[in-house]
């Protein structure tokens, strides 16, 4: 029965981070996988966190009961509040409405599941590059066409911007377009609010579904508002839309699995049918979401103190990554290195597209015990005050050798 089976090309950030567990050598840094880490290299669980998970663990009313389909209510409505705002129209007129699911990626899938099987959409395009899931959970979704749209501009290590517009143009009616709502993956290069406009522009002209991916609001400025403000203002120009909503990184609940789809229609009076659709994707994919997440979400979200709490880590998280991104870009610059580095500073996000090759990337591996993704994406949290030396030294060797 198996004889044919094909063995699958291997995830490349898990098997980074496979290979930097076993690598003996106390140099060794793992810039590969997108997860925070503070000064001492360490995880970092939010002490907000881990007060309210001292409180949970505590309260005795709380069990293990199934969560409906749809999650916790209090979660999905504080995810939507958290995205648009509350003083977005689409809020107000209850034309917004949010599923908690599991974490980023569950968004995506339920949100492009219900695209395909409800609304027979067919076509995705994708920013080249992007997110190294976002394929996957489409092609698995049942789409039949995956088409990239440029995105990266090697050349001026910026945005193609052009080339975006004119992929856009050319794309046919009901594409559905993933777009990146802050901090692009891998690029941490994100389109001006003048582009953003004439992206509008071009996806109403065109009827092109927006489907935005928020996996860093807040964790790439620190402010909320500023991260969410494109998904706000597609919101306001009356699209109809999907986010995918993660809370992976602005809250650390990484393996915890929370994360919200939000829906933002122009018809109130269907929002049933649509979440009644909704409901039966989600009970033939995982029935239902786990809660402890969630709790933790909800509970943060729609408390006052524990929300200004919890701003402030952010704030660390965010500030603690420009801080090694200029320290980088000013040691490969003190250090004469070749090339320009100023890309390293202007990217936001936590990640560098560092423009190192292919071959550059897989000697840091083999040579120096430091471990990015082989298109040079590298996670500016892995840097500490302890290790950025070393990292930018053996940059500079892997550029002049
Ligand atoms: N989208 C993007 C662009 C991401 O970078 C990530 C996390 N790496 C996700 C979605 C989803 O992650 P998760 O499923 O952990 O929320």
Known sequence: IFSNVQTAPPIEVFALTR????????????????????????????PVVRKLEAQLAADETLNHE????????????????????????AVIDNRALGVQSLSGTGALFVGAKFLQKI?????????????????????TAGFKQGRAYRYWDPATKNIDFEGMCEDLRNAPENSVIILHACAHNPTGCDPTDAQWKQIAEIMRERKLFPFFDSAYQGFASGDLDKDARTVRYFAKEGFELFCSQSFSKNFGLYNERTGNLTVVMKDAELA???????????????????????????????????FAEWQDHIRVMSSRIIQMREALRDRLVKLGTPGTWDHITRQIGMFSFTGLTPQQCEYLGNEHHIYLLRSGRANM?????????????????????
């Open 66 to 89: 199934y969560l409906p389909v749809l999650g916790l209510d209090a979660f999905s409505k504080a995810a939507v509040h958290m995205l648009l705002g509350t003083d977005c129209p």
């Open 19 to 46: 290979a930097y567990n076993a690598d003996q050598n106390p140099k060794k840094v793992n810039l590969g996988v997108g997860a925070y880490r503070t000064d001492e290299g360490k995880p970092w669980v939010l």
């Open 119 to 139: 609304l027979g959409y067919d076509t995705y395009y994708y920013s080249a590059p992007t997110w190294g899931n976002h394929k996957l959970i489409f092609d």
């Open 272 to 306: 049933a049918a649509v979440l009644s659709q909704l409901t039966l994707v989600v009970r033939a994919t995982y029935s239902n979401p786990p809660a402890h997440g969630a709790r933790v979400v909800a509970a943060t979200l729609t408390n006052k103190d524990l």
């Open 381 to 401: 949290a892995g840097l500490n005050t302890n290790n950025i030396d070393y990292v930018a030294s053996a940059i500079h060797d892997a550029v002049t050798k």
